[in-house]
């Protein structure tokens, strides 16, 4: 009989906890708490999967690239600065689609004179210049930049007719391009090579005034052709400046003649090594070749420091082949000094490489060539191992610019060779970054021209780790006892950006040419994003495997952000389309905290409230149920001297539940909390996440938990969760070691902290001095 009267208890208990329930839902429909639109599933944003493109992130059965090879003849003018070229492209339409015309980028037009990229964007004056900005911004004439294309030649020699439109070029066949058919056809062409050092622009020369010589990076110096894909068929949006680029893989074979004393290196394999090497530097190559603990110098300081007063009249030609690249790029200089390392790269050497003037020492002879071959192991570990022979670091001024096997970078020491943490960690960092693009978009081949992010995003989030990595490796080189100073990808790091003026944010899904603030949104938050993916919400053993998957089923294919996504997923098993569409999609920022703690006792009493809710039900206080009640400790029915005392001491229902249902040794056994606390956690920010909660005990024991973002699947603004303790809580804090890029740290803890104000932590400064 005992036995059913618990159950007729268990009824009447559960029949009162539903009533207040419904109410509580009641309450919360009215108000509009209950959200799910971020938890929806992506269907309206992703492209129907097809047999191009498949539904988990893999390329389908049907999916295709189109191929284009290059022969390209090419003379660097140094006296004039000019650039003199004749290129062959065999282009293969691997597409099922017959194409009656092609499209070519002509990138170097961003600098004609009749260019509208710098019409497009606003300008106004300053009140106050230097007289070299002044000069600079008002005084000088246009620059006669772009390409001036002589003439262009099917294979029989017949001109084939044009369209130049700003920075694209529309070649028209004189018969339809066949589905699995290729064609060739020939450029003739010459442009005047900017001086990178004004506006930044991609490639160029540094002109040294001291010693009269230039120092060149080159790239877009060619015609090249447009993507041509099952997502866009031709990707021909405008080059703006911003807006990188989007290419086919291809093999080339170029031949690049420079004055005779320059010193030059490039994408590919060089096939006339012993045509263009001396004996000495020869013999250093082949020890170079074996060392992999330090950088061996191939052309000394001093040998270019000769080298610079020369200034030799006569040519020599370097020739290079690469195999399977989506573009080329080269430097040369008389003024390079050049060292080379071999890492090892799974079951393969490569040659770590870096050329730089003397201006670069001694900061680039210490630490560039190390940066490279740290950075070509992280990243393989990380994806898959390096395919090129080797990745060359180039030192120009103020530059940050990739291309397959070569990059520009910045990062030079003053004058006496002095130089201070933030140039030097400053040049490890672009180096890593520009080395690492490689892997994302050279070839994880992305698409620049309309996702930014998906080639700068995942290198600054390769960076970071890659950066953590360098600093174990080189311990030397970091503060005593320090992590690497990374700029990006920490989730403080993106914190000022989020918690920004909402009218000059732009989601991360946005074209690079529509976004006000291009480092942020491109680079810092899906860095962030994806670390915080990777600690936070997947863990490393997931998303680790997950990533790696994404980079081998796209290496040496064009994938789009659907293809990451739903690879992302498909690896790892974790539902990740709220994370997608809070952190890529929109602009909305993290802010959860603590919006309340009630404390609550165990009694037989019911309260006020619960008596009246009884009575409103038809019950007399003659045939209130026995159960087992929780007296608020704000209540007017609270007692004080039943606070921290025993459920079974304050409660004589449970008592006798006890007693009667439990013997002397399950008794025994049970542990009785005697605190208990409804804790109310809000989320004032728009991005659902994980609340991270440290519990802290009168005790001065702490307790971590995690829940996880579904918690906010049903209401998008408050989550409330019950703890029973034996021990008293004193404190709660909200993702106390700062992993969720919250903008708002003053809700995160009860009690609340009191915030002091900018002239009270002044007053406080004042005094600690």
Not at 3 to 15: D, Q, R, Y
Not at 394 to 401: F, L, P, T
Not at 424 to 452: A, C, L, T, Y
Not at 744 to 762: G, L
Request: proline share 5%; with cysteine; aromatic share 14%.
């Amino acid at each position: 009989m005992k036995k059913l009267n618990c159950s007729l208890t268990f009824i009447l208990c559960l029949t009162v906890t539903l009533g207040f329930a419904q109410q509580e839902i009641k309450k919360e429909r009215e108000s509009g708490h209950s959200n799910q639109s971020k938890f929806k599933q992506l269907y309206e944003e992703f492209a129907t999967p097809n047999t191009y493109r498949s539904a988990s992130g893999t390329p389908g059965p049907d999916y295709y690239q189109q191929q284009a090879d290059y022969k390209i003849d090419l003379e660097l003018d140094d006296k004039n600065a000019k650039i003199y070229g004749e290129e062959t492209i065999t282009y293969f339409n691997n597409s099922p689609d017959d194409l009656e015309y092609l499209w070519l980028q002509l990138d170097q037009n961003v600098r004609a004179k009749d260019s509208k990229s710098p019409l497009r964007d606003e300008s106004e004056l300053s009140i106050a210049y230097s007289s070299e900005k002044f000069v600079e911004t008002l005084m000088q004439k246009p620059f006669e930049g772009g390409f001036n294309i002589e003439f262009i030649k099917d294979a029989n020699g017949k001109s084939l007719p044009y369209t130049i439109n700003q920075t694209m070029m529309r070649i028209d066949l004189p018969q339809v391009l066949k589905s699995g058919s290729q064609v060739s056809f020939s450029i003739k062409w010459w442009y005047n090579i900017p001086d990178h050092t004004i506006d930044r622009a991609r490639s160029g020369y540094e002109y040294f005034a001291k010693d009269g010589n230039r120092s060149y990076v080159i790239a877009q110096f060619f015609p090249r052709m447009a993507v041509y894909s099952d997502v866009e068929g031709w990707q021909n949006y405008q080059f703006w400046g911003r807006g990188e680029f989007a290419l086919p893989f291809g093999d080339y074979e170029v031949n690049i003649t420079v004055p005779a004393d320059h010193i030059l290196d490039a994408t590919g394999e060089l096939t006339n090594r012993k045509e263009v090497f001396s004996k000495e530097m020869m013999q250093r190559y082949e020890q170079a070749k074996k060392s992999y603990d330090k950088p061996v110098l191939i052309v000394t300081q001093q040998e270019a420091v000769n080298a610079e007063k020369g200034f030799s009249e006569d040519k020599k030609t370097w020739k290079f082949k690469a195999e399977n690249v989506r573009d080329f790029g080269f430097a040369t200089s008389r003024k390079f000094i050049w060292d080379m390392q071999a890492v090892k790269i799974g079951n393969k050497d490569v040659m770590a490489v870096s050329l730089y003037p003397k201006e670069g020492n001694p900061l680039w002879e210490e630490l560039s060539t190390r940066a490279v071959a740290s950075t070509l192991k992280s990243y393989s570990a990380h994806t898959f191992d390096y395919p090129y022979h080797k990745a060359i670091s180039v030192h120009a001024q103020n530059q940050g610019m990739e291309y397959p096997m070569i990059c520009w970078n910045h990062g030079r020491p003053a004058e006496d060779g002095s130089y201070s943490d933030r140039v030097k960690f400053g040049m490890i960092s672009v180096i890593i970054h520009e080395v690492g693009h490689n892997f994302f978009p050279m070839i994880v081949n992305s698409d620049e021209r309309q996702w930014g992010w998906m080639d700068e995003g995942l290198d600054t989030f390769m960076q970071y780790m890659a950066e953590q990595e360098f600093g174990e490796e080189f311990p030397e080189v970091i503060a005593p006892n320090k992590a690497y100073p990374s700029r990006r990808g920490a989730p403080s790091k993106i914190v000022p950006y989020m918690s920004g003026d909402q009218s000059t944010i732009s989601p991360i899904m946005s074209n690079p040419e529509n976004v006000f603030q291009l480092g942020p949104n491109a680079y810092g938050k899906p860095a962030t994003a994806l670390n915080i993916l990777r600690e936070t919400i997947m863990g490393k053993e997931l998303f680790d495997h997950a990533f790696k998957t994404y980079a081998q089923r796209w290496k040496f294919k064009h994938p789009t952000p659907e293809d990451f996504f739903r690879t992302m997923e498909d690896a790892s098993a974790v539902d990740l389309d709220w994370y997608w569409r809070s952190w890529f999609y929109t602009t909305d920022y993290v802010d959860i905290g603590v919006k309340g703690v009630k404390k609550y006792y165990v009694s037989d009493k019911p309260t006020k409230k619960m008596k009246d809710y009884m009575v409103s039900r038809g019950l007399t206080e003659a045939n209130f149920p026995p159960l087992v009640y929780l007296v608020d400790e704000e209540s007017e029915d609270f007692e004080e001297g039943l606070k921290g005392k025993a459920p079974s001491e304050t409660s004589q229902t449970l008592k006798e539940y006890m007693m009667d249902n439990m013997t002397a040794e399950e008794r025994s056994q049970v542990e009785e909390p005697k605190y208990f606390y409804e804790i109310v956690f809000n989320k004032p920010g728009g991005i659902p996440m994980p609340i991270i909660v440290e519990y802290k005990y009168a005790d001065g024991s702490t307790e971590n938990v995690t829940y996880p973002p579904q918690i906010w699947r049903k209401n998008d603004q408050e989550f409330k969760r019950v703890i029973s303790s034996e021990k008293e809580l004193v404190g709660i804090v909200v993702d106390p070691k700062s992993e969720t890029a919250d903008i708002d740290s003053s809700n995160n803890s009860w009690p609340k902290k009191e915030q002091r104000s900018e002239f009270e932590q002044f007053k406080q400064d004042i005094k600690g001095k």
